[in-house]
C-alpha cells in the first residue's frame, strides 16, 4: 500500500480498499511471519547486512499495519514505516506503539537523498502498475545511501487479477500485479541496483512469492 499524484486512479482506489480492510489485516496477517522461518530469515539477513555497513534509518515502503517494521525493530534496527492508507497506519499504531509510522506514497517518496541504510517492500509492489515501476525504483535509489541494501518481495508470475473482496469479506478494488523474477532483477540492473541473491519461496503471503536482496550501486543507472 501505499498518497500522491494518482495516473490512472489506481492509488485512490488502493487507498480506500486497506482503509476499509485495516482492523480485519490485521487480525488475519499478525501471525504470519511467526509460522514461516524462511521469511524470517531472509529479514535476520537484511538487518545484518544493514548493521555490516554501520547501520542507520530502514524504511519499510508500504508498511501497512506495521507487523515486518516491528519485527525490523526487533530485530535491532532503526526501521519506520510509510504507507499511503490512513487506515491501516492507525491501526500500526495502535498495535505497534513507539514505532513511527508516516503517510507518503513510494510514488512519490517523501524522503532526503541518500537518507536511509536500507529499504524493504515487502510485498507492497503488487498493486503498482508496471508503468510505475521505473518510478518507484528510482525513488528507492535516490534515498538509500550508496551500498546500502534493498529487500523486495512479490508475488512470482505473469498477469493481474482484480481484487473485489478480501480481509474478511469487505469490498475492494485493487490489482494485483505478478511478476517474473527475472523481470524484476533486470528492472533493478537497470535503476542502478545490484543484485546480490535472489530466490522464490511458498508461505501464507503467497502461493509462489519472489524475494530479491539487492543493494543501490555507486555508478549511475544507464541510460
Not at 501497512?64 to 499504531?93: Q, Y
Not at 537497470?190 to 555507486?218: C, D, K, P, Q, W
Request: hydrophobic residues 40%; charged residues 25%.
Amino acid at each position: 500500500m501505499e498518497q500522491g499524484r494518482d495516473n490512472g486512479g489506481w492509488l485512490d482506489d488502493t487507498r480506500t480498499s486497506y482503509d476499509t480492510v485495516a482492523a480485519d489485516y490485521a487480525r488475519l496477517t499478525s501471525h504470519l511471519l511467526a509460522e514461516h522461518p524462511e521469511e524470517r530469515a531472509v529479514l535476520e539477513l537484511f538487518a545484518d547486512l544493514v548493521r555490516g555497513r554501520g547501520g542507520g534509518p530502514v524504511a519499510d515502503v508500504g508498511c501497512g499495519t506495521g507487523r515486518v517494521t516491528a519485527h525490523l525493530c526487533g530485530l535491532g534496527l532503526d526501521a519506520f514505516g510509510i504507507d499511503l492508507s490512513p487506515g491501516m497506519l492507525e491501526v500500526a499504531r495502535r498495535d505497534h506503539p513507539g514505532v513511527r509510522f508516516d503517510l507518503g506514497s513510494m510514488t512519490r517518496l517523501d524522503l532526503p537523498e541518500a537518507s536511509v541504510a536500507g529499504l524493504i517492500a515487502w510485498y507492497s509492489l503488487i498493486h503498482v502498475p508496471d508503468e510505475e515501476m521505473d518510478t518507484v525504483l528510482a525513488h528507492f535509489r535516490r534515498v538509500l545511501r550508496p551500498g546500502a541494501q534493498l529487500l523486495l518481495s512479490f508475488h512470482a508470475g505473469e498477469g493481474s487479477t482484480l481484487k473485489t473482496e478480501g480481509y474478511g469479506g469487505h469490498p475492494m478494488k485493487v490489482h494485483v500485479h505478478r511478476r517474473r523474477p527475472d523481470r524484476v532483477i533486470a528492472r533493478l540492473d537497470a535503476s542502478g541496483f545490484a543484485v546480490e541473491r535472489h530466490r522464490a519461496l511458498t508461505s501464507a503471503e503467497s502461493t509462489l512469492g519472489g524475494i530479491v536482496l539487492a543493494r543501490r550501486a555507486t555508478a549511475a543507472p544507464a541510460r
